[in-house]
């Protein structure tokens, strides 16, 4: 069974730019979910999917975050501009239903200068 | 109330020995309690998780022992070999295993 698949797995931009962060969830796992890992910490949850459907958006910035789940598959996060306090590693994990496992991603690290 | 703590922030043990890490939290709410691995460049794996309705859960060399009314939770690995150096980070949830809250994360080494 393939993994999480998300890219690019590595992007450098400058501050005031825009990025978008693709990710592929396991075949059939209806919840997806993006978190944030600034380095050091744990990761923070941004947003949860069930199917193309928000269920959590509560620590989503969404003055410059944005994601979509179209077709409930992919989704990507966007983030227009970008800060330098965004620095950190974009992770998308899925799980098969809801309350399900959470399967990571191996991340997107983001820099920004 | 939503935090959960995570202790120590590093940990070196040597081949062969015990390694124990710690979590506190206060939200009486979560039901779900996992413990994460996490290699350099990689995501985040599932190691191992327990329910509040059993004080301990073993699978092969790690142990979860979990305390509810002190809400504390620990991660034991016996027997710890060297590619177990890796990054470990507990996490709690109030709704199954989504939402999850991490711990802010211990990296552990193992020396040979």
């Known amino acids: 069974e393939a993994g999480v698949a998300q890219s690019p797995r590595y992007k450098i931009i400058e501050k005031r730019q825009s990025v978008a962060f693709w990710c592929n969830p396991i075949?059939?796992?209806?919840?997806l979910y993006w978190y944030q890992q600034i380095l050091g910490q744990g990761p923070k949850l941004l947003i949860q999917?069930?199917?193309?459907?928000?269920?959590?958006d509560s620590q989503l910035p969404k003055d410059r975050f944005s994601a979509e789940r179209l077709k409930g598959v992919d989704s990507t996060l966007k983030i227009q501009p970008a800060k330098l306090e965004d620095s950190a590693v974009y992770l998308c994990?899925?799980?098969?239903?809801?309350?399900?496992?959470?399967?990571f991603g191996p991340g997107t690290r983001l820099t920004v200068t | 109330q939503q935090q959960v703590k995570q202790s120590p922030q590093s940990l070196i043990v040597q081949k062969g020995g015990i390694s124990i890490i710690n979590c506190a939290y206060e939200?009486?709410?979560?039901?779900?309690f996992p413990w994460y691995q996490q290699f350099p460049g990689k995501g985040p794996a599932l190691l191992i998780a327990?329910?509040?309705?059993?004080s301990e859960k073993k699978e092969g060399r790690f142990t979860i022992s979990f305390n509810k009314s002190a809400k504390q939770f620990s991660l034991h690995i016996m027997d710890s070999q060297p590619g177990d150096s890796a990054t470990y980070f507990c996490?709690?949830?109030?709704?199954?295993?989504?939402?999850?809250?991490f711990g802010q994360g211990t990296r552990l080494t193992i020396n040979p």
């Open positions: 994990a899925s799980s098969q239903f809801l309350t399900g496992e959470q399967y």
């Open positions: 075949s059939g796992h209806a919840t």
């Open positions: 999917f069930q199917n193309n459907g928000v269920v959590d």
């Open positions: 327990i329910r509040p309705d059993v």
């Open positions: 996490a709690a949830s109030a709704s199954g295993a989504q939402k999850l809250v």
């Open positions: 939200n009486t709410a979560f039901d779900y």
